[in-house]
């Protein structure tokens, strides 16, 4: 089984509209130092290709839907996100890709670090043998 988690976040909703706030806690699993976000991303367009040595992440698709394909080295699993309220979470050691971008997509990413290129792997052989 790749290992991650669907975090459904508490909704602040009214006839306003809806909100979700996110920090530190019962829900919400890190300390967060960066947030990014990509969008105008092309349906056919594959992102990501990497994994990381210590970094977690919390994913939002804030906005449309993607896919991302998860892989641990032994197994793959597509998790499809359209829903804002929902965090998908994942560790180090995950080799992940995203792609399917509908055109109005936003994905968020919450991080527990700074940016830190030597935090990454982008190379898969390389990936592959991290994990032995
Ligand atoms: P990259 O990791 O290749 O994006 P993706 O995995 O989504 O395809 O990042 C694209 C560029 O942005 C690359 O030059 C690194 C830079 N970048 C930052 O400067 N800070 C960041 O927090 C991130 C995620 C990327």
């Known amino acids: ?18 909100l979700v706030a996110l ?7 890190f300390d ?3 947030v990014y976000y990509i969008y105008g991303t092309q349906r056919d367009i594959v992102r990501g290709k990497h994994s990381h040595r ?20 032994k197994e ?9 309220y929902q965090g998908l979470y994942i560790k180090h050691n995950i080799w992940r890709e995203f792609t399917n971008f509908s055109s109005d997509c936003v994905v968020m990413v919450l991080a527990s670090e700074h940016y830190d ?9 390389q990936f592959l043998e991290t994990l032995k």
């Not at 793959?76 to 804002?84: A, W």
């Open 76 to 84: 793959r699993t597509t998790v499809h996100l359209d829903k804002p």
């Open 117 to 125: 290129e030597s935090d990454y792997i982008r190379d898969y052989n």
């Open 23 to 29: 920090e530190k806690g019962e829900e919400f699993p």
């Open 1 to 18: 089984m790749v290992e991650y988690s669907l975090i459904n976040f508490k909704v602040r909703g009214d006839h306003s509209g809806s």
């Open 32 to 34: 967060i130092k960066r």
């Open 54 to 73: 210590k970094l977690e992440q919390v994913i939002i698709c804030t906005s449309g839907s993607c896919d991302f394909i998860l892989d641990n080295g």
